[in-house]
């Protein structure tokens, strides 16, 4: 399993392939290893898989000085933050633990749309309605697979049952 690219969303057909190629027969770790992959596919698009939301589904900001924080290696450095702030930090950074696909970007936050690109390829676009958060034009993980590119997360990975 270790010769191929797992961080990259790929159909169930291929997985499939890949998979045999490599390990060549199905004992019960395969089999729900495949059954978690499928099921993964399923779900339905949420914009809350790309860009950190917050818990009513809001887009979050990154907050000021995040990356200050976020670099900060020792708890004297950390500590020149406020409460508040840290707080902030916090929420956000288990935000954005918790993405399905890497490297998304807003692109537009309207009124009543919430359009995201991906960070690595412009031409990889998609809307969510801000209503209810859904995409506008693709139902579910699976339908994803018709672009070249798209990058899974650890937090996916782990969802899924594969280790880095």
Do not use: C
Not at 14 to 33: K, R
Not at 52 to 59: A, F, H, M, R, V
Not at 60 to 86: C, G, H, L
């Amino acid at each position: 399993m270790q010769n191929f690219d797992f961080h990259r969303l790929i159909p169930m057909t291929s997985f499939v392939i890949d998979y045999y190629s490599h390990e060549g027969y199905a004992d019960l770790q395969s089999l729900q290893l495949m059954k978690n992959y499928a099921s993964f596919l399923k779900q339905p698009l949420s914009l809350r898989m790309f860009v950190p939301t917050d818990t009513n589904g809001e887009l979050m900001k990154e907050p000021e000085d995040y990356p200050i924080w976020k670099e900060a290696k020792n708890k004297t450095r950390k500590d020149t933050f406020t409460s508040v702030q840290t707080e902030k930090f916090k929420l956000y950074e288990k935000a954005k633990k918790k993405l399905l696909f890497e490297g998304f970007k807003v692109a537009y936050n309207g009124y009543s749309v919430v359009r995201i690109v991906a960070s690595y390829d412009d031409s990889i676009e998609l809307s969510f309605k801000k209503d209810h958060l859904t995409d506008q034009t693709t139902a579910d993980v699976e339908s994803l697979t018709s672009f070249d590119v798209i990058y899974l997360s650890t937090a996916s990975l782990k969802l899924i049952g594969i280790s880095k």
